[in-house]
């Protein structure tokens, strides 16, 4: 089974051709590890790069990512077997006030499709939520997105609540929306900021240390 | 009833005489509007409440925004005018989307209990649907009590995919574009078709006022126009934008003779070169979204609308409107300045910029 058809399967957002695939890959003995990292994880890379090109839009994203779910999903039980961890645990949602859900839902995707562990609690996400989050799923990353100037703040007063709760130390925090500039996220003491999905993805992996 | 405006019968035809002239491009300064309320922010909280858009007496609507109009002042080409705001896209509602209001939060959404396969979703025009007829009686009862004073506008129908979103949610139409495209493209067709019906219906009755046709935004005809959008083309490609977008912009723009298009953030630029071949397409409104400079930084922008054969709408500051007269110069331009000034203050502003555009000079 050659695991560049998984790829291009991927990235064209065929998930029957993924499916198939995956389990072809699997009866020619090819480890789980192997097409996570060898086929899956590089196709989403390469559907981020072609996004930030603007070969790609949302559509083309979505349906990429869900075709790299399917293959995740054959893989997830196996790769459990074999103690094979995810490269890091986020925790990621919209803040207080703000419904939108897109581009959360596409950092979230992407993450998954980078071999994140993906924790997503929702929109319009409250303060408290976002703390409790934090401290009942110790993830690496907290993940805030925000698609008005009004909702925007909301971010900041999360930060100062994980603080305030002992938190900061414990988790990064990145920040990101299409109002949300790389200023307001250092303004507001994030760690990170990013304009979209695949930016979001490189960005999880420079705080937390992820190489390719 | 009468209505008291600062506003008269000679400041009306100088509105048409000035406004007809720059539809035909033979006005070399912008239309300036300047006004000493925003029509787009006042009172939403309130209007967006369950009371205000479906209970409240017509008459006592209107009472409220006659107070409105009477207390407000008109400068440069701004002109009195009654926008009913029930949230962007209300056709979603008149074809049956549950309307859901968050006055809180000064916004209204949509959505749909079926989610049944697309292919079993049909969308038609239901003239006995209580937003359009509560849209309908509130137009009608405008246009009756105040006749030749005041421009009644458009209600904010939407646009064809930001209404079919709202029926299958924008996370799944995302996917429909690609898994079922045929069915969008038939659903944006029946949204088309219930589009043109709403929008003739409500010109019918709009018309009988004689002060032609407006909209959300600071655009007037003594004609047909309208303010058309599409805020989903924001996430697809160009292919998408022609496939599914495009077909319905130019069905709108064929039974109106100024149409406008909402051009809603840098998302969209993609799709500019597309619309400014659309030949029935007069005006293209820049609005370059949350976080994202100012419209008078977008010169090169700007500039493709003008060269492009289009008017431009933008609504901008006193100083963001003498740059742009400056760097590019007013003609074609429909500047809204966002500024609140006294009457004095406005004239003296319409000095400076006739004396700083460049088109005039």
Known sequence: MDLNAIRTAVIEGNALAVENGVKEALEAKISAESILIEALVPAMDEVGKRFEAGDFFVPEMLIAARAMKTGIALLRPLLAELGVEPVGKVVIGTVKGDLHDIGKNLVGLMLEGAGFEVIDVG??????????????????????????????????????????????????????GAPVTEAFTEQIGADGYAPDAAAAVTKAKDLLGVTN | MSINLNFTDEDWQRIERDWTAWWAGELDRPMVMMETFNPLIFGSKKIFSKDWMLEKP???????????????????????????????????????????????????WFDFEEQAPIEKLHLTYDPDNIWWQRIYNLTKGAVERWGDKVAVAHTDIGGNLDILASFRTTNQLLYDVCDSQEEVVRLSNEITAAWIRYYNELYDVIKQGGRGTSNWAAVWSPQRTYMTQSDFCYMISPEMFEKFVAPDLEACYEIMDHGFYHLDGKGQIIHLDRLLEMENLAGIQWIPGAGQPLPEEWTDLLKRIIEGG???????????????????????????????????EAADFLKVLAAEDISQH
């Open chain 1, 123 to 176: 929109t319009d996400v409250s303060i408290e939520t976002f703390v409790e989050a934090v401290q009942r799923e110790e993830p690496h990353l907290l993940g805030m997105s925000a698609l008005l100037t009004t909702t925007m703040p909301s971010a900041a007063e999360v930060i100062k609540a994980l603080s305030d709760a002992g938190l900061r130390d414990k988790v990064k925090v990145l920040f990101g």
């Open chain 2, 58 to 108: 017509v008459d006592e609507v209107l009472d409220i925004f006659q107070e409105r109009l009477e207390d407000a002042h008109y400068f440069g080409d701004a002109w009195p005018k009654f926008f009913y705001n029930h949230g962007p896209g209300m056709g979603a509602g008149f074809l049956g989307a549950n309307v859901h209001s968050m006055p809180e939060q000064n916004t209204i």
């Open chain 2, 310 to 344: 289009k008017r431009c709408q933008v609504y901008v500051t006193a100083e963001g409107a003498r740059k742009i007269v400056r760097e590019i110069g007013g003609k074609g331009f429909a500047l809204y300045v966002i500024n609140r000034m006294k009457p004095e």
